[in-house]
């Protein structure tokens, strides 16, 4: 008898890790379609001229020691980076908020340079704000707006909140659902950052960090050559072990018989060749809605409508090389040629369309051909075919530079060399129809042998690691022969896994 077979759609982390464990733990052989030509979802790293680009920033962290472990047992954290590639580094977190043309460290700290950035009078409103939501909260918080007055008051969220949410997702804060807070930054409060503030000397033991918020976490690990170096290596292994990995094959159709999925079809990106595929499990991270406009099903109307109205955020990068920058390192932090020691700096300045920018020479100088440059990526959030996508090429370059200019980060006769990396549905959005999702949730928790994962599979703003986690669970309950799929979805609902909106 031939081996039984997954198919697994996507080969993003959860794809790849679902894929790995498979091949580890079961007889079940994997075959894994890829709409693109390139492995790593969101977490792929782009080399350009010797430049790699990390899309969206990725701190390897876990509250969970099994992922630590995983990533760690793919690239060990050890070993000298200088003579062996394939290696984790250890690397510090900075990340500051842009505000005022001043830099504020995130999570906003207690010390001198905050209180003299905000000034005497604004630091009285901003205290008086967060007792106010103390004392007299809202009782029943229906937005995120409500959400985050709760936890911080209204004159912090309208100072270090606000605008970056907004650019984020395009929508006032007012109409985001309250459940994306819970999502990505419940664990997060003033209270928690002063007490870590106090304690975080004691603070050694970096792995462990399961009873440190997300947003508090000072140290992270990284591939010497960025996320993609990790995924390759995955998908290395899932080769060597036996499974297979079809690069530009989109599933364009999904047949389904009484409660199972029966065949998917995938076509060649290249050919155009269209062919069925049949297995024994499905695993897929494509976009819910793309999932479910691809049934081949006597789909409820319901449910196509429900998918046809959930929402995305697509994103665009552009990478900037530099020779130098306005901005100066003002801080105790050692780095190489003395630039900025930040990962990110979050731009909350209404005047521009920038909503991050990432360094990277601080994520790891191995992204950097020459360390006497510095490697920007500035990060700009828009929806497919709005104005911000259909910029040509060349005239976003020359808007992204104009912004940084406007901002005095930097002198445009330094700018050497810009490339342009667009992303779709980035992010997978918490309005549109989305509070209407469980409905979706059962529909698919009908097929026994579906199993949708992460980020855009699940349609859940999850992390990597909470990514990751949705397929290690799913593998178990096909060894343990567990029908349902509950703790599959509740992953990144338990308080263990809950993190900060920017990591």
């Not at 297979?244 to 364009?252: F, Q, R, S, W």
């Amino acid at each position: 008898m031939s081996k039984k077979q997954a198919i697994i759609i996507g080969a993003g982390p959860a794809g790849l890790t679902a894929a790995y464990e498979l091949l580890e733990k079961t007889d079940i052989v994997p075959v894994i379609f890829e709409e693109s030509g390139l492995i790593g979802g969101i977490s792929r790293t782009i080399d350009y001229k010797g430049n790699k680009i990390d899309i969206g920033g990725h701190r390897f962290f876990s509250k969970s020691e099994k992922v630590v472990s995983w990533w760690q047992n793919m690239l060990p954290l050890s070993g000298n980076p200088d003579k062996t590639d394939k290696i984790t580094l250890l690397r510090q977190r900075v990340s500051r908020i842009l505000f005022l043309g001043k830099l504020f460290d995130y999570p906003i700290s207690l010390n001198v340079n905050t209180l003299a950035n905000l000034g005497v009078f604004r630091v009285l409103k901003t205290g008086c704000s967060y007792l106010k939501a103390k004392i007299f909260p809202i009782k029943s918080e229906k937005n995120l707006e409500e959400f985050f007055i709760n936890r911080f008051g209204n004159e912090l969220y309208q100072t270090f909140f606000k605008d970056y949410t907004e650019k984020v997702w395009g929508v006032s804060c007012k109409n985001i659902n309250a459940e994306w807070g819970a999502q990505r930054i419940k664990g997060l409060s003033i209270a928690k950052a002063v007490s870590h503030f106090i304690k975080k000397i004691f603070f050694k033991d970096f792995i462990k960090q399961n009873k440190i918020e997300t947003s508090l976490i000072e140290q992270f690990m990284y591939p010497k050559y960025g996320p993609g170096q990790l995924w390759e290596e995955v998908a290395e292994k899932i080769l060597q072990k036996g499974g297979k990995i079809y690069l530009n094959h989109k599933v364009t159709g999904i047949k389904a018989v009484g409660n199972s999925i029966s065949a998917i079809i995938a076509e060649n990106q290249d050919s155009g060749i269209k062919f069925f595929a049949s297995a024994d499990y499905y695993f897929s991270s494509m976009a819910i809605k793309d999932l479910i406009s691809c049934f081949d099903y006597n789909t409820p109307d319901n449910i196509k409508e429900i998918a046809d109205g959930l929402m995305y955020r697509d994103f665009i990068t552009v990478g900037l090389l530099l020779n130098s920058m306005k901005l100066q390192n003002n801080t105790s932090i050692k780095t190489i040629n003395n630039i900025i020691p930040d990962n990110w700096i979050y731009v909350q300045e209404t005047s521009v369309k920038l909503g991050r920018i990432q360094v990277f020479n601080n994520w790891s100088p191995y992204l950097v051909k020459d360390l006497n440059k510095i490697w920007l990526g500035l990060e700009y959030f828009c929806n497919e075919g709005d104005d911000l996508w259909n910029k040509k090429d060349e005239e976003f370059k020359e808007f992204a530079v104009n912004e940084l200019v406007k901002l005095n980060i930097i002198d445009k006769n330094e700018v050497i060399d810009s490339v342009i990396i667009r992303y779709k549905k980035a992010y997978p959005a918490y309005f549109g129809t989305y509070p209407r999702f469980d409905e979706i949730k059962e529909f698919l928790n009908r097929f026994e042998n579906l199993f949708p994962l992460g980020r855009n599979g699940m349609h859940r703003y999850n992390n990597m690691d909470h990514s990751m986690l949705t397929a290690m669970q799913a593998v178990e309950n096909i060894i343990n022969k567990e029908q349902s799929k509950e703790n599959i979805w509740n992953i990144n609902t338990e308080k263990i896994y809950h993190e900060n909106k920017n990591a």
